[in-house]
């Protein structure tokens, strides 16, 4: 912020506390760093906090003296000795901002916590709440609940979170559910450090606002690892870890917020790593896709896709009606690094290695541009498009049916033009001829095409190479003289081949018998 213009824009710091041992700001293994921090208060006391930010002569700001009180202790133990033998009585005896603390045990119980509490387990592996295959283990309805250290497991929803402010879940491990974690109109909720898995979709939010969803490991789900509705989630998804899902991350609101930040989660094993479809609501950011079928679709969407490593795929990006960003990647794939399907993208500056198939492929696009990738050898394929801008950088380029208003090809580089033709053998009243034999010959006499007509006179479609530019220079091809055999007879006819056509080649008939007769008998009397 300054004085004259208000609210300026999110910074990164360096998060510090001064007494860790009352409240501890918490962090990537320990580490604070980013526009937002989680502070947990451990104990009663008094601390500050300081922030350093990580821009121009890196200022800092410091809180004032936090006062940490403690909270009144109320004990729940499956096997006596403490307060409360079940988890919901406890909760129904304490007031606001209590603490309550479960000692090991299994509590086969649904708990409705509607308020501010506080709700440990003594170890996170030996509390365990049991939804005993009922509608919701754990529901939540009051701001500011704390929970943490349990296992969550056997429910339709592991954790229902239900028009709640600042909650705060973590370091529990919920498994076994339909969804794990449903966050429903939920504002600043902190979810950190939890494991969710083995169900159909492990996290799912719907109207939430500024949720921080983060480190996380969610997995083997067999829908979705997360999913969102219509959710303004300004720093949401972050430094979380997606694995042995089907689609890793989903996003689909059907209102286009301002974009969400998904940055620096690990993806890995998933079928698709992450499907955007029908909303561009969403920048990804620094995060890493590994192995799976597919890293990123973005499917109606035009998704900035930036700085992201994918390694191991089937295919990195696909697209598809995709205007996106799509820049600064690094892609090591197996069919294709970037294949998109209509739109117009902007792909540049991505380094794309591919182990076989094409590095690039592109279909119906309508002014994309192509720039500043390096392909290491690899191929780009585009088919029937127009490119605004088609930079060649150590690849070979492929143009099928297809331009580019600019085009640039580096010293390395190879690019060719090819146009889609098919010929049509008929005799002088225009019937198709069945079975002619048809070459093309390019203009250095070279065959360029060798094959035959089908019972309608037509041969198959086929591609000729009409121009080949490199940076020494354009070698053109054309004309082409296509050749046509029929009954014995060869006509022939040469066209300039500059874009998709059909070429009609006339056969006269062959000489009959009776023309032969007669023309011997000619040479006889003249003799």
Request: proline share 3%; aromatic share 8%; charged share 20%.
């Amino acid at each position: 912020y300054n004085a004259t213009s208000g609210y300026l824009g999110d910074v990164v710091a360096d998060w510090t506390s001064n007494n860790s041992a009352v409240c501890e700001v918490r962090g990537w293994y320990g580490f604070a760093h980013g526009s937002s921090v989680q502070l947990l208060l451990k104990n009663a006391g008094v601390c500050s906090v300081t922030a350093t930010a990580t821009i121009r002569g890196t200022p800092t700001n410091t809180t004032g003296p936090l006062t940490v009180n403690a909270r009144t202790l109320v004990t729940v133990d499956d096997s006596g000795g403490a307060d409360f033998t079940r988890i919901q009585d406890a909760v129904d005896f304490a007031q606001d901002g209590y603490r309550i603390l479960v000692y090991a045990g299994t509590y086969r119980e649904s708990v409705l916590v509607g308020k501010e509490l506080e709700i440990a387990g003594e170890a996170r592996a030996s509390v365990v709440l049991d939804g005993g295959r009922g509608a919701t283990a754990l529901t939540i309805r009051a701001d500011r609940v704390v929970i943490h250290n349990l296992t969550i497991e056997n429910a339709h929803y592991g954790i229902f979170q239900d028009r709640t402010n600042n909650t705060r879940l973590y370091d529990t491990t919920i498994r076994r559910y339909s969804v794990g974690l449903f966050n429903e109109h939920t504002l600043n909720a902190w979810v950190a450090g939890n494991l969710i898995m083995g169900g159909n979709i492990g996290v799912l939010t719907n109207e939430s606002y500024d949720d921080a969803i983060r480190w996380n490991d969610i997995s083997l789900n067999s829908v979705y690892g997360a999913k969102s509705y219509n959710s303004r989630l300004r720093n949401c998804f972050n430094w979380n870890h997606f694995h042995d899902n089907k689609v890793g991350y989903y996003h689909d609101p059907t209102t286009e917020y301002p974009p969400m930040e998904f940055d620096g989660n690990t993806l890995e094993d998933n079928d698709v790593g992450v499907r955007v479809e029908n909303t561009s609501s969403i920048a990804l950011t620094n995060n890493t896709f590994l192995r799976g079928a597919v890293g990123l679709e973005l499917l109606n969407s035009s998704a900035p896709a930036d700085r992201n490593t994918f390694s191991g795929l089937g295919v990195g990006i696909r697209c598809i009606a995709s205007d996106s960003n799509l820049t600064n990647n690094v892609v090591f794939a197996e069919a294709s690094g970037i294949t998109c399907t209509g739109g117009a993208p902007r792909i540049e500056g991505n380094d794309i290695t591919v182990a076989s198939g094409v590095a690039i492929a592109l279909v119906n696009v309508d002014g994309a541009v192509v720039r500043g990738n390096d392909l290491h050898g690899g191929a780009i394929r585009v088919v029937n498009s127009r490119l605004a801008v088609l930079e060649v950088v150590n690849a070979t380029a492929v143009l099928e049916d297809s331009t580019a208003d600019q085009l640039a090809v580096d010293a390395v580089s190879r690019l060719e033009s090819r146009w889609t033709v098919r010929l049509k053998a008929v005799d002088p009243d225009g019937v198709g001829l069945s079975g002619a034999h048809v070459r093309a010959v390019d203009i250095s006499g070279d065959v360029a095409f060798e094959g035959a007509t089908g019972g309608d006179g037509y041969t198959a479609s086929f591609l000729l190479i009409a121009e080949v530019r490199t940076a020494a220079g354009v070698e053109s091809r054309n004309p082409f003289t296509f050749e046509v055999a029929h009954g014995g007879v060869v006509a022939s006819r040469t066209v300039t081949v500059f874009g998709p056509m059909e070429v009609v080649v006339t056969v006269p008939p062959a000489p009959t018998p009776w023309s032969l007769l007669a023309g011997l008998a000619l040479a006889i009397v003249a003799s």
